[in-house]
């Protein structure tokens, strides 16, 4: 197909599509960004809501803004906001601290919370694609707990599980290919196994329906910096489903997960329901960020979302085939039921930073992993088929096609 003809298909779909306005309301300039997946885009609310936060709440309410402007609540409030994005009901989220940190609490309560976990049940599996940091929080917890790692493609992790398995750490979708992995048949199998499983969603969150409830999740985590666009080192989230909430043992008991933190008793006693996944004092201007961020996402269907998430993947797919043939080889699954909201790419040079460095200069930005594998994220919000048509074609001109 040709250039032309490619360019007139993109104007016609971003005219087509009920997400368009979505753009305006986040800071852009000239360049195609697809790099969502790493660093969403600035929603245009923030800067006047952390302005607020600072000069007034901060400035001039100071401590009363615990409770006068809801500071203490923040985490709680954020939470169930993201749970409306990742379907989970109101009470099982709470947001604060890094995904690393959540991740640790995580699998340590879920071992805790299996009859017989860190005895019979002493084998945690994680995914063996994970991010290495998931990799390094599993094996710390599982020397804690008294469990072993043992490392399976998570395609193969539902038939994995078994009378050994304590928890089962996976990601949803594969920060290196952009692969989707089998939310409602791996928790399935896990818990058919006896075993806890707990989801990182950190490519997905924002980017595609998450039914955490409906699939009977028992733990999630993930950040909310990417396709939640919270900014960077935005707060992240953990979700505990509400029948597991009263067995949810925190490896990290701190004040403000006590029954009552302000009575500063010397004597540990868990809060009821998401508030046990608090630690200490909340990051408030990172949260409230956060909070104004989540604002973009009001009205929006995640269902349009994840419809525009591959009609923007397949018309990039499409414009690489056409524009730069041979050049790169996809490596994202072409299967909707396995494709996050990611583009994952190889190329046949071999290079992948000086490409994205040269694509950057032509006003494309995207990101590399070594060696050679060239990630593009396409945020529905505020990505279009024109971008995505340029995008492909500065690329064939960055690899000489």
Same mark, same amino acid.
């Given at each position: 197909?040709? @250039?032309?003809?490619?360019?007139?298909?993109?104007?016609?779909?971003?005219?087509?599509?009920?997400?368009?306005?979505?753009? +305006?309301?986040?800071?852009? !300039?000239?360049?195609?960004?697809?790099?969502?997946?790493?660093?969403?885009?600035?929603?245009?609310?923030?800067?006047?809501?952390?302005?607020? &936060?600072?000069?007034?709440?901060?400035?001039?309410?100071?401590?009363?803004?615990?409770? @006068?402007?809801?500071?203490?609540?923040?985490?709680?409030?954020?939470?169930?906001?993201?749970?409306?994005?990742?379907?989970?009901?109101?009470?099982?989220?709470? +947001?604060?601290?890094?995904?690393?940190?959540? &991740?640790?609490?995580?699998?340590?309560?879920?071992?805790?919370?299996?009859?017989?976990?860190?005895?019979?049940?002493?084998?945690?599996?994680?995914?063996?694609?994970?991010?290495?940091?998931?990799?390094?929080?599993?094996?710390?917890?599982?020397?804690?707990?008294?469990?072993?790692?043992?490392?399976?493609?998570?395609?193969?992790?539902?038939?994995?599980?078994?009378?050994?398995?304590?928890?089962?750490?996976?990601?949803?979708?594969?920060?290196?290919?952009?692969?989707?992995?089998?939310?409602?048949?791996?928790?399935?199998?896990?818990?058919?196994?006896?075993?806890?499983?707990?989801?990182?969603?950190?490519?997905?969150?924002?980017?595609?329906?998450? @039914?955490?409830?409906?699939?009977?999740?028992?733990?999630?985590?993930?950040?909310?910096?990417?396709?939640?666009?919270?900014?960077?080192?935005?707060?992240?989230?953990?979700?505990?489903?509400?029948?597991?909430?009263?067995?949810?043992?925190?490896?990290?008991?701190?004040?403000?997960?006590?029954?009552?933190?302000?009575?500063?008793?010397?004597?540990?006693?868990?809060?009821?329901?998401?508030?046990?996944?608090?630690?200490?004092?909340?990051?408030?201007?990172?949260?409230?960020?956060?909070?104004?961020?989540?604002?973009?996402?009001?009205?929006? !269907?995640?269902?349009?979302?994840?419809?525009?998430?591959?009609?923007?993947?397949?018309?990039?797919?499409?414009?690489?085939?056409?524009?730069?043939?041979?050049?790169?080889?996809?490596?994202?699954?072409?299967?909707?039921?396995?494709?996050?909201?990611? &583009?994952?790419?190889?190329?046949?040079?071999?290079?992948?930073?000086?490409?994205?460095? @040269?694509?950057?200069?032509?006003? &494309?930005?995207?990101?590399?992993?070594?060696?050679?594998?060239?990630?593009?994220?396409?945020?529905?919000?505020?990505?279009?088929?024109? !971008?995505?048509?340029? +995008?492909?074609?500065?690329?064939?001109?960055?690899?000489?096609?």
């Amino acid at each position: 197909m040709s @250039e032309s003809a490619l360019a007139g298909e993109a104007a016609a779909l971003d005219a087509a599509d009920e997400l368009r306005a979505k753009r +305006a309301e986040f800071v852009l !300039d000239d360049a195609v960004y697809l790099d969502g997946n790493s660093l969403g885009a600035l929603p245009r609310a923030v800067p006047a809501r952390l302005s607020d &936060v600072v000069e007034r709440e901060w400035g001039r309410l100071r401590i009363r803004s615990w409770d @006068e402007s809801a500071w203490w609540a923040a985490p709680e409030r954020v939470g169930d906001r993201i749970g409306r994005l990742i379907g989970a009901a109101p009470g099982q989220v709470v +947001a604060g601290d890094s995904t690393s940190v959540n &991740v640790f609490k995580a699998v340590v309560a879920a071992v805790r919370s299996v009859p017989g976990g860190g005895r019979g049940r002493d084998e945690v599996l994680v995914d063996a694609a994970t991010f290495p940091t998931d990799g390094y929080i599993a094996e710390s917890a599982a020397r804690m707990t008294g469990c072993r790692i043992r490392a399976v493609p998570a395609a193969e992790l539902a038939g994995a599980a078994g009378p050994h398995t304590a928890v089962a750490l996976v990601n949803h979708v594969d920060y290196r290919t952009g692969r989707l992995h089998d939310l409602p048949g791996t928790t399935a199998a896990v818990r058919a196994a006896g075993a806890r499983v707990v989801w990182d969603l950190c490519h997905s969150a924002g980017a595609l329906p998450v @039914e955490l409830d409906a699939h009977g999740v028992d733990f999630a985590v993930g950040c909310t910096y990417k396709y939640l666009n919270g900014g960077p080192g935005a707060p992240a989230f953990l979700y505990v489903r509400r029948d597991l909430q009263p067995r949810f043992d925190s490896p990290l008991p701190g004040w403000n997960s006590h029954a009552d933190p302000f009575g500063m008793s010397p004597a540990y006693r868990p809060a009821d329901g998401a508030v046990r996944g608090r630690v200490g004092t909340p990051e408030i201007l990172s949260l409230l960020a956060l909070d104004a961020a989540l604002d973009v996402w009001d009205g929006v !269907d995640l269902a349009a979302v994840r419809a525009k998430s591959l009609a923007l993947t397949d018309f990039f797919l499409r414009c690489v085939a056409a524009y730069a043939p041979g050049a790169v080889t996809p490596v994202t699954p072409a299967a909707h039921g396995e494709r996050g909201s990611q &583009v994952s790419l190889r190329t046949a040079s071999g290079d992948g930073r000086e490409t994205v460095a @040269e694509l950057v200069r032509r006003g &494309v930005v995207g990101d590399f992993r070594p060696p050679d594998l060239l990630r593009f994220g396409f945020a529905p919000l505020y990505v279009g088929f024109a !971008d995505t048509e340029r +995008a492909a074609r500065l690329l064939a001109e960055a690899v000489g096609a």
